[in-house]
């Protein structure tokens, strides 16, 4: 049973960071109807930012802090991504409004292609790591229960709990502030939102900057856990069966279709991996999420879209 609570937790805390993904991805269709595919790009290039910013800033101003250097390179890497989602709006999407999802989808593409190829430039294509000072020392919980105890990562539930206080953040911002309502507004309907006077070119900016700093968040973690490559970007689309287990306009679909899948595919790769030859964990994701497409292709929380013929 200790094993089982320690896959379950593994499968949490992983699921926690293809949630945070899936929000970057969720956020951005909500607001503007496009399907993000240069998300893992964002995720790569916030990373690579957070990465070096962090080594370049105490270079520059001297500073012997690592917390004061990382706060510093953080809140220049959010004013990074804002100037990305500012271009973004500026050069691509204004000149698309109205056209058709498969022009936006490949838009996006090009955009991914492009955002790597900066990264590139600019940071270097070289492994680098991100130490923000998270515990990285394993405890042992549930000791008088379990002989020897549970063991699980501070550093996972730190980032687990990272992870839960930005995604309450994003509840309250789009819930209770005028931003987050013409965000919902925008959402429901483009044009009579913008009958209201609702600004949206400015919407899509805002929408595209809380993108970034969700993906600069979930890079940071990614890259604290494992360093920042450009295989990153990769690794960060499986958050994609996450957004079709969940659904494309829920919020809090992303969040639990993160955990069903983190979970479902380290138990699977546990219990069901020696009896298949293993390597469940990889395709898991994957089948469920035909599953879904092939059974309810809106998710378990999106909603179901009618056209009117």
Known sequence: ???????????????????????????????????????????????????????????????????????????????????????????????????????????????????????????????YSIDVGMPKDPVFIFNSIFEGGVLISLEDLTAAGVSALLVAVLAVFFQYTSVGRALRAVADDHQAAQSIGIPLNRIWVVVWTVAGVVALVAGVIWGSKFGVQFTLSTAALRALPVVILGGLTSIPGAIIGGLIIGVGEKISEVYLGPFVGGGIEIWFAYVLALVFLLFRPQGLFGEKIIDRV
């Open 1 to 127: 049973m200790a094993f089982f609570l320690e896959t379950l937790f593994g499968g949490l805390m992983t699921g926690m960071l293809y949630s945070l993904v899936a929000l970057g991805f969720v956020l951005i269709f909500k607001a503007s109807g496009v399907f993000n595919f240069a998300q893992g790009a964002m995720v790569l290039i916030a990373a690579l930012s957070m990465a070096r910013f962090s080594e370049w800033i105490p270079q520059w101003l001297g500073l012997e802090s690592l917390w004061l250097a990382n706060i510093l390179a953080f809140i220049v890497s959010g004013l990074f991504m804002w100037l990305i989602a500012v271009v973004i709006e500026r050069w691509v999407l204004r000149y698309l409004v109205n056209q058709e999802g498969t022009t936006l989808l490949m838009a996006t593409i090009g955009i991914s292609y492009f955002l790597d190829g900066m990264g590139q430039i600019i940071f270097g294509s070289s492994v």
